[in-house]
């Protein structure tokens, strides 16, 4: 079933800025959204997706109650929700495999039983910016295409993403700048703002080595439990690490980064700090995950820190 805007179908292929421009409501929300201030979020209740992961849940999850990812330059942060039972999936997509992901994402929000219940499903796109080699422009298309061939009508409701570099043009920002960084997601509220996030745990250095290893898209929670699963994984030794340890941070970001003009401030030290576990770990072993089961981690009763249990069966 196609994809809808303001209960229109919409016509693909056409570009993000011509979609925009064609439904005002979209504008409108991608220009509030870009003006807000960003906001601090704390660990209280907070659940951070990292690159190639989802997390879905709902109002129900005693645990989590906002979702959020950040340091989507090129990539984008996409949030599909279902109004009737509040189920809300959160993901951050770097255009490794869109065709493969976005099922994965409907999957997600199909889980909850009660899926088929009065509402509809509404999907939230933000990210990206207009780089010289267009990769955003791409995954956008890529990520609007493939919602628009899933069985299931889908609404899109906000588009804050770039479009081409034109001067007249004033639908996006278009300098070397990101249009949104992060996001977060309030499962209870459906509220989605701009954010920034200290805590980006646990295992993050597992976690994103995984990913830099080439891993593909995980669900990484589990809304049942209140527990986020991570592992076991599975990867080769990464290439050359000690030669790329020993260059500059101008070799980092030309070499690691699709946007080397656009990344945070600490993208090189968490690039480095992933090579060295890359180094210390050339290959998951019983160390990272005792008995080759997952690491679960659940939040402490004051909803603010993950804490590690015992691995199922243990």
Request: hydrophobic share 30%; proline share 7%.
């Amino acid at each position: 079933m196609p994809l809808f805007v303001e209960g229109r179908r919409v016509r693909l292929p056409q570009s993000a800025g011509d979609l925009v421009r064609a439904h005002p409501p979209l504008e409108e929300r991608a220009r509030l959204l870009r003006g807000q201030s960003v906001q601090q979020v704390g660990p209280q209740g907070l659940l951070y997706v990292q690159q190639r992961e989802l997390a879905v849940t709902s109002p129900k999850d005693g645990s989590i109650s906002i979702l959020g990812s950040d340091d989507a330059t090129t990539c984008h942060i996409v949030v599909l929700r279902h109004t009737g039972n509040g189920a809300t999936c959160l993901t951050h997509c770097d255009g490794s495999n869109t065709k493969a992901e976005v099922p994965l994402i409907m999957n997600s929000i199909k889980s909850f039983s009660d899926h088929t219940q009065c509402g509809r499903l509404e999907v939230h796109l933000v990210g990206g910016f207009s780089d010289d080699r267009q990769l955003s422009q791409k995954l956008t298309h890529q990520l609007l295409s493939e919602f628009d061939s899933q069985e299931d009508d889908i609404h899109l409701v906000t588009l804050c993403v770039t479009g081409p570099r034109t001067s007249h043009d004033r639908t996006y920002d278009t300098s070397h700048e990101p249009t949104v960084g992060g996001r977060a997601v309030n499962v209870k509220t459906a509220e989605i703002y701009r954010a920034s996030f200290q805590d980006r745990g646990p295992e993050e250095e597992l976690r994103a080595a995984r990913a830099l290893t080439g891993g593909p898209m995980i669900s990484i929670y589990d809304a049942k439990t209140e527990q986020l699963q991570i592992g076991p994984y599975s990867w080769m030794p990464f290439p050359h690490v000690d030669f790329w340890l020993q260059q500059d941070d101008k070799e980092i970001l030309e070499n690691f980064s699709t946007s080397p003009l656009a990344e945070p401030p600490h993208f090189v030290e968490h690039i480095r700090s992933t090579l060295m576990f890359l180094k210390k770990h050339p290959s998951p072993t019983n160390k990272l995950f005792p008995g080759n089961k997952a690491l679960l981690y659940k939040k402490n009763e004051d909803g603010g820190l993950w804490e590690k249990i015992s691995s199922p069966g243990s």
